[in-house]
């Protein structure tokens, strides 16, 4: 940009003017093309008061809410804990610890089913609350700026925060790994650019202080020069509420971005915000950025200046079969089936899924309990999850044009239909996000994502077995070459036996001779 | 392997209203203005052959899905067959005998589509196909252009001469006969009078008001255009493909003309004759024969739009767009090889981006 002083002269002005134009147009040649612009169905959800879900009798506590390695029970059975007591320990380099939501009685430790489509069932804790919500004793740091920032990350990971955007990332391991790679730039995501969900909105709304705050410590944490906060432009109260709160810290600036289905996922965001593209084998951290939630945020802040671990959270209960949707705090653990007792069944939801309708997983049943990662429960009724049946693909590039990252969905699908998963790989499906956004595009109606996990879950499988092969066959080769080593022994040894006995022969017969002809000599 | 009755349901869980049916009867929408202006140009005998056309085409389909033993309701009412037939029939002269309608929409769904496994799976545009075959088959009757007459008129044909007329019961009265724009300016100069004498106080410089012997596709150029610009606003077709053709009769066309404008015909001539409208809006754009990037489809649109232009000024026809689209349709699979879409995080040619450079950047 121009100095002032120059601006004032005439010719500047105008090659200022060109120039502005010509940014323009560069920022709408450059504005996303990618993704698709679905009914965000977000309202009246978001904009309805936050609700406090009244203490279940019991909460199923998951020992895996996280990406990594599931935490360890500490408590037995029958043992009473207190809200906020570490109940499992985090095991191996990457975990998160896992603590009581409320005060109660260990009731079982066991397996329950796992929110995500298998159903499969998993360990969890199950604890009797006593509807006393009586909390351990903590201490908090008088001022976490004045600690290292190790300390502070230590402080987070002690209090089990995770990602909350979804990929339930351990918070402290990133946070660390950002100090190792020389951060530069914090991104905060609040761009929840999934429909109907509306938790993160409500955060921000709600709970703009303590956001920033929680910003203002990952700061620290990573030593990042700056924290860039991008809000989707269809929450106007949430940039309000940020952009007051920021006000304080020039530091931390507020962007409102375009409101574009996946703006909320990182490598989207960062291209936005910094421009800067994250290489396809890299992590963020690779180019100078890390990318953490808005709710994560706020958990970090709670951790650090209050002491409590992540044992909440704001849950969205939305869909067409929902009587009075909305935004509920609820303790880690609760059923889904609770929460939306609460809420209110217009109808007998024709499907239940956690999370965002673009990439959510169905639920069984709704006896699943939510986690830490879990933004919303949908309970969608028929008319919203009338899939029509799929027809053949038309090439009309519909889902070229809407793929975040480029790829050509199409023909990928066609790959994988015809059974020729390594085309499909060599096409990129190793970057797909699973998005969704080409499926629901599709004029067709192809589940073009269901191809592309079955594929990916196919090579992963292929994978797994080349290297279990490779890893046999080296034990074959090796064995080979210790039978063939303790053979060629064997015979070298039992040539040797052999030299050595016909040796002693040898020498036994000289001997022999040798006594003979002095018995002969002597004789003569 | 049919992942539809996978259960349970993955995500995407909501899906875009868009269906194919839908985009087939937007792009109907889009061409009825021009097609009924045709048919007050050109009268009975227009209206009758495009009725054949179209039920032809969808005969064909259902035809050849029940041969297949399938339920045909369901693919007919994707509305594909509709708009192949449909710009088939704005494609040939308005007063064809009903036989060339009957067998070019025929032909334009069952060998051109159905043979190749149905919608999506064609490699050349049918309606395209079938004017081809038309062309070379009947060149006598698929070249009979009539000078436009407003159904109103006193020398238009009513409906019962109209009927004859299609049922090619009566000659057209000769006085009538005329020839296309291409046509004319190509016999007119291997005749060796040049373009500058020749279309001096003919008719045809009153080409936009649509008072020009041609199909009804041709005549109607411009509301052809604004139907394609419907659908451009729409995005059901994106602006890639019309622009690049447009660009490839126009700018050979300029130079062409500015070098020897009596031997060249001038940019607006080709631009508003013959296909091109027509082409550049609703044919090259087909989504089934046309390269899927952008990067392609630019390519594909200049190709379509240069080779239309070579066929029409040094070709044995005076028209060219079907056999330039054809030909374009052919070297779509090698387009679509060599001109993907650039893979976030990595360059052009697959690699992993630099991350030093990109952390370089703010
Ligand atoms: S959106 Fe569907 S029909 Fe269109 S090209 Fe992609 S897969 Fe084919
Ligand atoms: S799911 Fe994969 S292929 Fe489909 S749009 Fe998203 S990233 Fe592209």
Redesign the pocket.
């Known amino acids: 940009m121009a100095q002032t002083g120059e601006r004032d002269q005439p010719g500047f002005r105008l090659k200022d003017n060109a120039m502005g134009l010509i940014e323009k147009l560069l920022h709408n040649l450059k504005a996303p093309r990618w993704g698709v612009h679905p009914d965000d169905h977000k309202r009246p959800a978001a904009d309805a008061p936050l609700r406090t879900l009244p203490l279940p009798s019991r909460l199923y506590v998951p020992l895996l809410q996280h990406v990594g390695q599931p935490a360890r029970p500490v408590v037995l059975v029958g043992q009473e804990v207190r809200k906020g007591q570490l109940i499992a320990e985090p095991q191996g380099r990457i975990s998160a610890p896992v603590h009581a939501p409320t005060s109660g009685r260990i009731a079982a430790i066991g397996e329950i089913t796992a929110p995500h489509p298998s159903g499969l069932p998993f360990e969890a804790i199950t604890i009797e609350t006593d509807g006393h919500d009586r909390a351990v004793e903590v201490d908090v740091p008088a001022d976490p700026f004045t600690l290292a920032p190790a300390e502070v990350t230590a402080l987070i990971s002690a209090a089990g925060v995770v990602g909350l955007g979804g990929a339930t990332f351990p918070s402290s391991v990133k946070l660390a790994l950002g100090k190792r790679s020389e951060i530069t730039t914090l991104i905060v995501n609040g761009g929840e650019c999934e429909p109907y969900l509306s938790c993160d909105d409500r955060v921000m709304r709600d709970r703009a202080a303590d956001v920033i705050d929680g910003v203002r410590l990952m700061l620290h944490c990573t030593g990042a020069r700056e924290a860039l906060v991008g809000i989707e432009d269809n929450k106007p109260e949430a940039i309000a509420a940020m952009r007051r709160a920021a006000a304080r810290f020039p530091e931390i600036k507020v962007r409102p971005v375009p409101a574009r289905y996946p703006m909320g996922s990182d490598r989207q965001l960062i291209e936005t915000l910094t421009g800067k593209e994250v290489p396809s084998d890299c992590r963020a951290a690779d180019v100078g950025v890390i990318v953490n939630n808005v709710s994560t945020a706020n958990a970090v802040h709670r951790a650090v200046r209050r002491g409590e671990p992540l044992i909440e959270r704001i849950v969205t209960i939305n869909g067409g079969a929902v009587w009075q949707p909305g935004n509920i705090l609820a303790p880690i653990g609760t059923l889904a089936a609770d929460l939306l007792a609460f809420a209110g069944l217009k109808s007998e939801p024709a499907r239940l899924v956690m999370g965002g309708p673009m990439m959510g997983a169905v639920l069984p049943h709704a006896r699943v309990p939510i986690v830490k990662g879990s933004a919303g429960i949908l309970a969608f009724n028929e008319d919203e999850v009338a899939i029509p049946e799929a027809?053949?693909?038309?090439?009309?590039?519909?889902?070229?044009q809407?793929c975040p990252i480029g790829l050509l969905?199409?023909e990928m699908?066609a790959n994988v239909r015809a059974g020729d998963l390594q085309a499909a790989a060599s096409l990129g499906l190793s970057d797909c996000i699973s998005c969704g956004c080409?499926a629901y595009?599709?004029?067709?109606h192809?589940p073009?994502v269901q191809y592309f996990s079955h594929a990916k879950g196919e090579l992963w499988a292929q994978e797994r077995d080349k290297l279990r092969m490779e890893a046999t066959r080296k034990l074959a080769a090796e064995r080979a070459v210790r039978l063939e080593r303790e053979a060629a022994e064997k015979s070298e040894a039992a040539a040797r036996r052999k030299a050595e006995r016909d040796a002693a022969k040898r020498a036994e017969a000289a001997a022999m001779a040798a006594a003979e002809n002095a018995v002969t000599e002597a004789a003569e | 392997m049919n992942l539809n009755q996978l259960q349970p349901p993955t995500a995407p869980h909501s899906l875009s209203a868009n269906s194919?049916s839908r985009i087939m009867l937007t792009v109907l929408a889009t061409l009825v203005p021009a097609t009924t202006f045709g048919f007050w140009l050109y009268g009975w005998p227009a209206l009758f052959l495009w009725i054949i056309t179209v039920l032809a085409a969808l005969l064909g389909e259902a035809a050849c899905l029940k041969l297949a033993g399938n339920n045909a309701l369901p693919t007919l009412s994707d509305g594909s067959a509709l708009v192949t037939g449909w710009l088939l029939a704005l494609s040939l002269p308005p007063w064809a005998p009903w036989w060339i309608g009957a067998v070019g929409g025929l032909f334009a769904t069952m060998l051109a589509k159905q043979v190749f496994g149905g919608l999506?799976y064609n490699l050349f545009n049918p309606a395209m196909v079938a004017r081809v075959f038309l062309l070379i088959s009947f060149p006598v009757q698929m070249t009979v252009w009539i000078a436009p007459m407003p159904i109103t008129s006193a020398a238009a044909p009513g409906f019962h001469d109209g009927l004859l007329i299609f049922l090619g019961n009566i000659p057209k009265p000769d006085a009538i006969a005329s020839a296309s724009l291409l046509g004319f300016a190509k016999t007119e100069l291997s005749r060796g009078t040049d373009l500058l004498h020749s279309l001096v106080g003919s008719a045809y410089g009153i080409s936009l008001a649509g008072a020009r012997a041609g199909s009804l596709g041709e005549t109607a150029s411009l509301l052809i255009a604004a139907g394609g610009l419907v659908l451009l606003t729409l995005r059901i077709i994106a602006w890639h493909i019309p622009v690049s053709m447009i660009a490839g009769i126009a700018i050979p066309a300029l130079v062409a003309n500015a070098i020897d404008p009596a031997r060249y015909l001038d940019v607006t001539s080709h631009l508003l004759s013959g296909g091109a409208m027509l082409g550049a809006f609703y044919i090259a754009t087909d989504?089934v024969t046309s390269p899927?990037s952008k990067a392609g489809q630019l390519v594909f649109g200049f190709g379509c739009g240069f080779l239309t232009y070579v066929i029409r000024t040094w070709g044995g026809y005076p028209e060219g767009v079907a056999f330039a689209v054809l030909v374009l349709n052919a070297c779509t699979p090698v387009i679509d090889r060599y001109l993907k879409p650039r893979i976030l995080g990595r360059n052009w040619r697959g690699a992993p981006l630099d991350p030093a450079v990109e952390r370089a950047k703010s």
């Open positions: 027809g053949p693909c038309i090439r009309c590039g519909n889902c070229v809407a969905p199409l699908a080409c595009i599709c004029p067709s192809i073009l | 194919v999506g989504y899927n």
